[in-house]
């Protein structure tokens, strides 16, 4: 249509015109029928009001050839749309053409080549319409489609904002359902109303329901994707059309004219037009894909074939039924990335009113045209009232200036996206001359010009004698359009006027559209300046102001979104705190980690978060305590001389002919022995192993920490097969955390003053403090030795005798039954993984075997279920036999070992404390065959593991005399192990064990030993509980020695430590409450204690090495000589507190 003055429509008066518009308008609705009836059956359908003929007025045959070609292009392109594009080799592996990266550019490609050959083939049917045309007709079709999609991609996703979020409705979420008629409405408004192709009024012809009767978020997501998807489609159409008559244009300026003459035979005919279809052919484009290429070579022959007046409306018909296949193939594409996008959008974001576009891969985002669809749908939505009060308070001029700006830019998106193309498509035109000034055919202008061919010019006769004359007084005529001047004629031109147009020639053979363009348009405009005012010129006072608005505008824009953020964090941070409050009603246990976290942040604010909460490492220097409490490693009680003479003296190792009391006096100031350099008084005197005591050489082994091998290092193909068995568990090859006291979690028992609980424990009528009677045992509670056991055993032995127990007396509160009631902290071991170790040997037992096996371990026969898995499948898991054992399983085999070490805590735990002593005893006879498959790191950690359980057997099992003998033999192999994996706080770990152990053999002088060697290691490492242990076990490793002073200072020193640290466990912070009271009891009482039992001054050593004093212990009569070799020269004396 084209417009008159008035504005209003006026059809196009020339016939084939008219056959340009019918053929643009009818494919232009296939492809719009296509897009729209993608989900017919499931929606109300389209396809049927279309204005285009209906599929049942095609014949028979032609109905089935359709539904083949339909079923072909289909699944070609949802091959396309579903498989990567790098799996599938074509034509580009020998050519090296690049091939789309994407499925869905993929699936752009076919969507192209089908679109371009069906209105190649479709067009040309239409009478009236040439093939010179189509190029630029299938541009203007996809041009106006594309504008329709842009605009309809807009008004879709802001309605969906409506529909689906609580911006207008506060019932409406996620999950409402509108009716079909809301989207078919915005579809007919856009495609039909207002862009005129031919669809009609839903509200007038209503269609058959589908099978869903209302939509869903899913289904306007992907009317969302699938208009992206037409917007990329369209605009890449419209660049090849832009290339094809570009090559064209190039090709036919280029091109000797062709013969007029037709051909006179019929072959001569075909053959000619074959090399048209091939080279000039605007259907076949070319793609690197032959499938492709076949398939759109297949559509084209079906709409070759029709004949007749009525093939055109038929043709928009199958053109439309094909471009449907090609959207049913891609609609997986789309319903994959639809329910991407609905994962992406919460419940939050419809609350706010604001969804979140669903997005594509990063590659397609780059490439698409609809980047940023839903800003600029968001430009198009109703302006708010704040905009519109500003907008009428501008001041006329800036408004001018505004809408003068904004047309300036429309005018440079113009020439930056459409001038090329348009220069282009005039180009085409004027080479192909097309269309034509006047409605005759092409066969007259062919006649035409033979007819010009035939009258040729005779020659003129030329007068010599006159020749030169003529040739000096010549001037040419030039055309105003190429330079010359617009009113001269050919016979009152100077010399000086000829050689002016003649440079005007040359200048405007360079700038020739150009020139024209602005002659053009300087002529027409005189016309309309002259009859039309001009309009007030904008000042700079006006520009100012417009800048000023722009600015306000833009800082109102970003006044608006940081209110929307505010306000959606206040939202996040109450829900938060709603959720956290109600799970602390919950669960009471995380109200002390809160409390933490508070003391922590309180801490951050004073001193500053960084140093509250970054760890420090080795390299810095240790974490002192608060206050004005000493540091660990200070000398809490020496006077300035002894510590000048302590650090004068030079340091001598140990020697055995020094003789010494072990209780022969009162309190001495101790150090600390040790292999490399002087001790320090807060870790106390230890006497070191004996020659007697120790199988092997005296003291630790002697490997470093540094000096790690490379057999210890677990990588490669080895450690990926382990983490793959163990589901990415490698905490065997990691060494622990330092926190090894659980910390409170409000379920422990509350905690009572000491004396309380130490009275209401003699009385048995409080909680006793159990031992752990299993390895594998979580209780939350520290371990307090075997005498406990023994008592208990000895009560409920007296009980059974008699019937009932005797009445307590109330314990005598003197220094004996405070040292009686010390016992140092025991750290237990866990076995690893029990469960999961125990399940997979149960999958590979057979049927008939896992029912025995299962019988065995319900009766406690432990070592039989061993015997049994001499039956596994893969071969015999038996690793106390390993003669039989199979090879090449190392992992197995150590989860054999890792179950055998769940066992022995079973058994410990039923109170079948032989049955454990033999598995553990078996176990370390069979290690060294039975681990031979496995790397050398993964079995040192295994080796330093295992050797670590007998070493807790021992502690458990103190009754049994053999086991006992070989705890030290335990402790250095697991001790050498641990050092070797450089895991610190495992060797430190597997100290306090062997310390603990000791302790109760009556080894206390070596039990204090290895516990410093332990805080030895952990002198660089941060406050944590492992410390404390230490240090509360040398407290009562000290006091049992009568060393009062020294336990004091240790006691002090993890009460310190303890101020540092979170919450602990209140069992415990009991057993840690309790030894602080004992130590302080036994100071108050030790005077009065050293009269009583008549004891002496303690001795001091001189300076020499000479010992004053006796060297027999009055209290305890008997044992001075066994003490004297089991203490050193090198303890200073302390005479008072």
Not at 1053 to 1067: D, N
Request: charged share 20%; hydrophobic share 40%; with cysteine.
């Amino acid at each position: 249509d084209t417009m008159d003055a008035k504005g209003d429509r006026q059809p196009i008066s020339q016939a084939d015109e008219m056959g340009d518009a019918v053929t643009m308008y009818l494919l232009s609705t296939a492809l719009a029928g296509g897009f729209l009836s993608r989900e017919d059956g499931k929606r109300p359908s389209w396809f049927g009001r279309m204005h285009l003929a209906p599929v049942s007025a095609l014949t028979p045959d032609l109905q089935e050839h359709l539904a083949s070609v339909c079923h072909v292009v289909c699944t070609k392109v949802r091959q396309e749309a579903t498989s990567e594009p790098g799996q599938r080799s074509g034509v580009s592996a020998i050519s090296g053409s690049a091939r789309p990266a994407t499925a869905r550019q993929a699936a752009l490609l076919s969507a192209r080549v089908m679109w371009r050959a069906l209105f190649a083939a479709a067009a040309i049917k239409a009478p009236g319409v040439s093939h010179k045309a189509i190029p630029v007709l299938f541009m203007c079709a996809s041009a106006s489609l594309l504008q329709a999609a842009r605009r309809l991609l807009a008004e879709v996703w802001n309605e969906a904002q409506l529909q689906f979020s609580s911006r207008m409705n506060r019932y409406r979420n996620m999950k409402s359902r509108p009716p079909w008629s809301v989207l078919e409405n915005l579809e007919y408004q856009t495609f039909g109303a207002n862009y005129s192709f031919g669809l009609r009024d839903p509200a007038a012809q209503q269609a058959p329901a589908g099978t869903k009767p209302a939509s869903n978020l899913q289904d306007w997501l992907e009317e969302v994707l699938a208009l992206r998807f037409l917007v990329d489609w369209l605009s890449a159409s419209i660049q090849d059309g832009q290339d094809f008559i570009d090559q064209s244009t190039r090709r036919i300026m280029r091109r000797p004219p062709p013969k007029v003459k037709p051909a006179d035979s019929v072959i001569a005919q075909q053959l000619q037009a074959l090399k048209e279809k091939s080279v000039d052919s605007f259907a076949m484009m070319w793609a690197d894909d032959a499938e492709l290429r076949g398939i759109a070579s297949l559509s084209t022959r079906l709409l070759d074939g029709l004949e007749g007046p009525s093939s055109a409306q038929f043709a928009a018909t199958i053109a439309g039924q094909i471009l449907l296949a090609v959207w049913k193939g891609v609609h997986p594409l789309l319903a994959h990335y639809a329910t991407m996008g609905i994962q992406r959008i919460s419940e939050s974001h419809s609350a706010a009113g604001v969804l979140v576009p669903p997005g594509l891969q990063e590659e397609d985002e780059v490439a698409s045209q609809t980047a940023l669809f839903n800003r600029i749908a968001d430009s198009y939505a109703p302006p708010s009232q704040e905009t519109q009060e500003l907008t009428h308070a501008l001041p006329r001029g800036v408004v001018f200036v505004i809408i003068k700006v904004q047309a300036t830019f429309r005018g440079y998106m113009f020439r930056s996206r459409h001038f090329n193309r348009a220069r282009s498509i005039a180009m085409y035109c004027k080479a192909v001359k097309w269309p034509l000034a006047d409605p005759y055919a092409e066969d007259a202008e062919v006649g035409r010009e033979l007819e010009r061919k035939k009258r040729r010019k005779k020659a003129k006769k030329v007068n010599p004698d006159l020749l030169d004359e003529e040739i000096a007084e010549f001037q040419p005529s030039v055309s105003k359009y190429l330079g010359g001047e617009p009113g001269a004629t050919a016979g009152g031109r100077s010399r000086g006027n000829l050689s002016a147009s003649a440079t005007n020639l040359g200048a405007s053979q360079r700038t020739m559209v150009p020139s024209s363009m602005s002659m053009t348009a300087s002529t027409d405009m005189t016309g309309t300046m002259e009859r039309r005012a001009a309009w007030p010129m904008p000042t700079a006072d006006h520009r100012a102001c417009a800048d000023l608005f722009a600015l306000y505008m833009y800082d109102m824009y970003r006044r608006r979104e940081l209110t929307r953020m505010w306000s959606t964090l206040c939202a996040a941070y109450e829900r938060g705190m709603d959720a956290f409050a109600a799970l602390l009603e919950k669960n009471p246990a995380l109200k002390p980690m809160l409390e933490s976290i508070s003391a922590q942040l309180k801490r951050g604010s004073v001193v500053g978060y960084d140093k509250a909460f970054i760890a420090k490492t080795s390299s810095q220097q240790p974490a002192q305590p608060q206050g004005r409490i000493k540091p660990s490693d200070a000398d809490l009680f020496k006077t300035a001389a002894e510590k000048v003479r302590h650090e004068g003296r030079a340091w001598r190792p140990w020697r055995r002919s020094v003789s010494l009391c072990e209780g022969s006096g009162g309190p001495t100031g101790a150090a600390a022995a040790d292999a490399t350099g002087p001790p320090t008084a807060t870790q106390g005197a230890a006497a070191p192993p004996t020659a007697t005591m120790l199988p092997a050489a005296a003291g630790l082994p002697t490997v470093r920490p540094d000096e790690k091998g490379n057999d210890a290092d677990i990588t490669g193909e080895y450690l990926t097969t382990y983490l793959k068995e163990m589901d990415g568990d490698d905490s065997q090859f990691k060494d622990i955390s330092p926190s090894v006291i659980p910390l409170s979690t409000g379920t422990s028992p509350r905690r009572e003053p000491p004396h309380e609980f130490l009275l209401k424990q003699e009385a048995g009528g409080g909680p006793s403090k159990a031992p752990r009677g299993s390895i594998t045992a979580g209780s939350d509670s520290p371990g307090v030795g075997l005498r406990g056991l023994q008592e208990r055993q000895a009560s409920a032995s007296d009980l059974g005798a008699t019937g009932r127990q005797a009445t307590p007396k109330k314990p005598r509160l003197d220094v004996p039954f405070c040292l009686s009631r010390l016992q140092p902290i025991w750290l237990p071991i866990k076995a690893h993984r029990f469960a999961a170790y125990r399940a997979k040997v149960l999958q590979l037992l057979p049927q008939r075997v896992l029912q025995q096996y299962i019988e065995f371990e319900k009766q406690g026969q432990y070592a039989a279920c061993i015997k049994l898995l001499e039956s596994a499948t893969p071969g015999s898991l038996n690793v106390l036999s390993p003669a039989t054992l199979v090879n090449g399983k190392p992992l197995l085999v150590e989860t054999v070992f890792q179950l055998i070490v769940g066992y022995s805590g079973l058994c410990l735990k039923n109170q079948q404390g032989p049955v454990a002593v033999k598995l553990i005893t078996q176990v370390l006879d069979n290690m060294s065959l039975a681990l031979r498959d496995l790397h050398p790191g993964h079995r040192t950690v295994l080796e330093a593991y295992l050797f670590d359980t007998a070493l807790s057997v021992c502690y458990y099992m103190a009754s049994d005399i053999s086991l006992s003998d070989r705890a030290e033999s335990f402790f250095q192999q697991a001790s050498e192990r641990y050092l070797k994996l450089n895991h610190i706080n495992r060797y430190c770990k597997c100290c306090i064990r062997a310390a603990t152990v000791l302790h109760g053999q009556g080894s206390r002088s070596e039990a204090e030993y290895y516990t410093q060697q332990a805080m030895l290691k952990l002198t660089d490492a941060p406050v944590s509980s492992l410390l404390v242990v230490c240090y509360h076990n040398l407290a009562v490793h000290t006091l049992v020695q009568q060393r009062v002073a020294d336990a004091v200072a240790h006691t002090r020193s993890y009460v310190a430590l303890l101020r540092q640290l979170p919450k602990l466990g209140g069992s415990w912070m009991q057993h840690l409450d309790n030894t602080q009271w004992l130590t302080l009891k036994v100071q108050e009482l030790w005077p009065q204690y050293q009269t009583q039992a008549g004891m002496r001054e303690p001795q001091i050593v001189e300076d020499g090495g000479e010992v004053r004093g006796n060297g027999r212990d009055e209290h305890h009569p008997g044992e001075g000589a066994d003490a004297a070799g089991r203490v050193s020269s090198g303890l200073m004396p302390h005479r008072e507190l």
